[in-house]
């Protein structure tokens, strides 16, 4: 088991967010979380990663309970969390925004080797980071945490706001990535892509999980589609 979170329950100053939510990712699997905007998927991944932490429950990384360790400590033990908004250095080329995090961990993840996932980012290696298409930062980003040499790999909506081409492009990076064995829990709004990279997926709503299953259970489920996904 390489994450098991359990009955964690998280706060936003009074808010209660996360009810008693609980999830799996096993060795080399991805795991989408689901569900409409608001429903709690970004604060479950900051939960994970001790930017937001629990109030309660808890949540064990390769058997060891890391619920109230610092997010600085989380690449050291293996988690690498891809944000959003990107967190890039905009004044920074492309190549200083990997070098910098190049050689945190040791491991196979190297400059030669995200370029070879990356191409774009080789070609681009000395244009400002700013300068970037959304799409170029969003690889970029992923490349950063993967200089980190993760076990398990946290993406926060990678597709979102970038145009299909990219996102195809995006995808059969990701796919190319988890044939490496790597673990991989992502959240996501687009359900196309979602039901394309994943091997299970839960569907959140009101900070609850409402589905878990496989993506071929999830597609043929109609009703939770229905009910928690559709817009």
Known sequence: MMLDVRDIHTYYGLSHVLFGLS????????????????VGKTTTLKSIIGITQPKSGQIYFKGQDIAKTPTKRMVKLGISFVPDDRRIFADLS????LEIADGIKTGVWNLAKVHELFPVLKRTENRRGGNLSGGEQQMLSIARALLGNPELLILDEPTEGLA???VKE????IIQLRSTGISILLAEQNLKSALK???RCYVLERGQVRFEGTVDELAENEEVRSKYLLV
């Not at 999830?23 to 608001?38: A, F, H, I, T, Y």
């Not at 492309?94 to 925004?97: A, D, I, L, S, T």
């Open 94 to 97: 492309v190549r200083e925004n």
């Open 23 to 38: 999830l799996k990712v096993n060795q080399g699997e991805v795991v989408s979380l689901l569900g409409r905007n608001g």
């Open 170 to 173: 995006l995808e059969e990076q």
């Open 197 to 199: 990279l994943a091997d």
């Open 164 to 166: 299909p081409l990219i």
